[in-house]
């Protein structure tokens, strides 16, 4: 019994366990923060494109 109580108290002094659970928050907070980036990215692109597009006079269709 007093070896399963060591065990545990060896287990509960290890930093590798919450330094796991803090990189994998730090790494689903870049996911995040670069989807959002690459969203809004691709927005502001799309809206240039539309904009030179009907500035040059480009329907949408193919050029023939």
Do not use: H
Not at 20 to 44: Q, R
Request: net charge positive.
């Amino acid at each position: 019994m007093r070896g399963l109580a060591k065990s545990l108290v060896k287990f509960l002094k290890q930093e590798d366990g919450p330094t796991a659970v803090e990189y994998a928050v730090m790494l689903a907070l870049i996911i995040v923060v670069c989807i959002a980036a690459i969203t809004t990215l691709g927005s502001n692109a799309n809206s240039t494109f539309s904009f030179v597009g009907s500035a040059v006079g480009w329907s949408g269709g193919t050029a023939s």
